[in-house]
């Protein structure tokens, strides 16, 4: 079975910094990319970005570029995002996802159970 | 505000049939395949179409998807109560360089 663990939750203050960690099982793991989503409380899924696992090489949605930094370390075979200067706004559960490598994602098709992040003074 | 346009909410009875419409453009839909994604209330996404139209193993075929220019929609047929949840589409976008979602749709079963 497939399968995505992910760290628990995390309460942080705004202008702090959180990261996130993502466990892969039961496949080969440079086989996949790890994508990030996010969704606020009562919206909809947000794409963050991926990284690579083959070779570290990271793709981040423009709105996040210079305030997320996503990585891998393969002697663990485990992802993480970090996202800094939080605010209150970045209060969202946190997902991993596998994504298939190709140039043009075309699918999403292994999710972790989630991250709850909340931001508050 | 999503780059792909869902209806904010779908419903039906117990046994009828629902469609649920994703439209975009050009640099998303018309280009790229599209995925369908089930959020059960509480619990992360799940993968139900993958390319358009395939649906991984274990995935009922009472869910079926489809693709035309630049929209897709899903169908879900026999409806039950346990399809209560929140559906996603979601496809590349060649000109964000990003994967996109659209705004999502509740499937409500009366």
């Known amino acids: 079975q497939f399968h995505l663990v992910q760290s628990g939750a995390e309460v942080k203050k705004p202008g702090a910094s959180v990261k996130v960690s993502c466990k892969p099982s039961g496949y080969t793991f440079s086989s996949y990319d790890i994508g990030w989503v996010r969704q606020a409380p009562g919206q909809g899924l947000e794409w963050m970005g991926r990284?690579?696992?083959?070779?570290?090489?990271?793709n981040y949605a423009q709105k996040f570029q210079g305030r997320v930094t996503m990585t891998t370390d393969t002697s663990t075979t485990t992802a993480f995002m970090e996202l800094r200067s939080l605010r209150s706004d970045d209060t969202a559960v946190y997902y991993c996802?596998?994504?298939?490598?190709?140039?043009?994602?075309?699918?999403?098709?292994?999710w972790g159970q989630g991250t709850l992040v909340t931001v508050s003074s | 505000q999503s780059v792909l346009t869902q209806p904010p909410s779908v419903s039906a009875a117990p046994g009828q049939k629902v469609t649920i419409s994703c439209s975009g453009s050009s640099s998303n839909i018309g280009n790229n395949y599209v995925s369908w994604y089930q959020q059960l209330p509480g619990t992360a996404p799940k993968l139900l179409i993958f390319d358009n139209y395939k649906r991984p193993s274990g995935i009922p075929d009472r869910f079926s998807g489809s693709k035309s220019g630049t929209s897709a929609t899903l169908g879900i047929t026999g409806l039950q109560t346990g399809d209560e949840a929140d559906y996603y589409c979601?496809?590349?976008?060649?000109?964000?360089?990003?994967?996109?979602f659209g705004s999502g749709t509740k499937v409500i079963v009366l």
């Open positions: 996802a596998r994504v298939d490598p190709s140039p043009t994602v075309t699918t999403v098709d292994l």
């Open positions: 979601g496809t590349w976008d060649s000109s964000l360089s990003a994967y996109v």
């Open positions: 990284v690579s696992t083959y070779n570290g090489n990271t």
